[in-house]
């Protein structure tokens, strides 16, 4: 289990911090969040910045000084573009999925799965119901009335102190929502794990899940992490050999963590 970052917000543009972070264990970050950073920009707003600062450049170099994995999930395409060209070591999206299937911006085109293989990057694939399925948000904009009522526990709940009624009433609502959206079938995540292997490659393939920040808005058969089982069986359906399985379950990711910590001990140097 690695400590990461999601969201280069929580260095505030200090790469002093950056490096504490290091020193506590942290070995990966993903640039962006929702929101831009004061040095890059993000997949969830309006360009502001063309992507990466010149400070924002600075921060990846550093990183891979570090043995920090630099993880472009959530940011603009430009981020991606300019972190894909500063970076010395290889790349990972820890939680996106493919555009080519469901035209998310948080997903990768095409093109960016080609150029983050190229560099010996790993895309994850997120489990998100609204990352596989072109039409999930659609359908999601018809159940606005459990949104508000959601939105509205979170505006009544202190943003400090006892905050313990919010999980369990959210997740009461979530459970009411998808009684009315039912589940999208596993075979669609299915479909972007075989098409990021087709455009990336096998080497270049991992599990991004999310299970903690979707909402149980998940696959049928896919419901949290005990059923991980069902998406090999799903793989082992389509093909796949066991070898190829165990570099998507965690070969290829550990793959990208060694080449980041020879990158990290050759810029020592």
Same mark, same amino acid.
């Given at each position: 289990?690695?400590?990461?970052?999601?969201?280069?917000?929580?260095? $505030?543009? $200090?790469?002093?911090?950056?490096?504490?972070?290091?020193?506590?264990?942290?070995?990966?970050?993903?640039?962006?969040?929702?929101?831009?950073?004061?040095?890059?920009?993000?997949?969830?707003?309006?360009?502001?910045?063309?992507?990466?600062?010149?400070?924002?450049?600075?921060?990846?170099?550093?990183?891979?000084?570090?043995?920090?994995?630099?993880?472009?999930?959530?940011?603009?395409?430009?981020?991606?573009?300019?972190?894909?060209?500063?970076?010395?070591?290889? *790349?990972?999206?820890?939680?996106?999925?493919?555009?080519?299937?469901?035209?998310?911006?948080?997903?990768?085109?095409?093109?960016?799965?080609?150029? *983050?293989?190229? @560099?010996?990057?790993?895309?994850?694939?997120?489990?998100? %119901?609204?990352?596989?399925?072109?039409?999930?948000?659609?359908?999601?904009?018809?159940?606005?009335? %459990?949104?508000?009522?959601?939105?509205? &526990? %979170?505006?009544?709940?202190?943003?400090?102190?006892?905050?313990?009624?919010?999980?369990?009433?959210?997740?009461?609502?979530?459970?009411?929502?998808?009684? @009315?959206?039912?589940?999208?079938?596993?075979?669609?995540?299915?479909?972007?794990?075989?098409?990021?292997?087709?455009?990336?490659?096998?080497?270049?393939?991992?599990?991004?899940?999310?299970?903690?920040?979707? $909402?149980?808005?998940?696959?049928?058969?896919? %419901?949290?992490?005990?059923?991980?089982?069902? *998406?090999?069986?799903?793989?082992?359906?389509?093909?796949?050999?066991?070898?190829?399985?165990? @570099? &998507?379950?965690?070969?290829?990711?550990?793959?990208?963590?060694?080449?980041?910590?020879?990158?990290?001990?050759?810029?020592?140097?």
């Amino acid at each position: 289990m690695l400590m990461g970052l999601e969201g280069g917000i929580a260095i $505030d543009s $200090d790469l002093a911090v950056l490096r504490t972070y290091y020193e506590l264990g942290i070995r990966y970050m993903t640039l962006t969040h929702t929101n831009h950073t004061p040095w890059a920009d993000s997949s969830g707003k309006p360009p502001v910045h063309n992507g990466l600062t010149d400070f924002g450049r600075d921060v990846v170099r550093e990183m891979n000084r570090l043995g920090i994995m630099v993880d472009i999930s959530h940011v603009s395409d430009k981020t991606f573009a300019d972190a894909l060209a500063v970076s010395s070591a290889p *790349l990972i999206a820890s939680h996106s999925s493919c555009r080519a299937l469901a035209a998310a911006p948080r997903n990768m085109t095409d093109d960016m799965l080609r150029a *983050l293989a190229a @560099k010996g990057g790993v895309v994850h694939i997120n489990f998100y %119901e609204g990352f596989l399925d072109a039409g999930f948000s659609a359908r999601m904009d018809a159940l606005k009335s %459990e949104q508000t009522r959601q939105d509205a &526990i %979170e505006d009544a709940a202190p943003k400090f102190g006892d905050r313990s009624r919010v999980g369990p009433d959210t997740r009461k609502i979530n459970a009411e929502r998808i009684a @009315k959206l039912g589940r999208i079938p596993l075979s669609r995540l299915l479909d972007h794990f075989e098409h990021a292997v087709k455009i990336a490659g096998v080497d270049h393939v991992g599990l991004g899940s999310d299970f903690d920040g979707v $909402d149980d808005q998940l696959p049928e058969g896919m %419901e949290d992490v005990s059923k991980l089982p069902n *998406l090999v069986a799903g793989l082992v359906e389509r093909g796949f050999s066991d070898s190829d399985i165990l @570099k &998507i379950l965690g070969g290829n990711t550990l793959r990208v963590m060694r080449e980041v910590e020879q990158v990290a001990r050759r810029t020592a140097r």
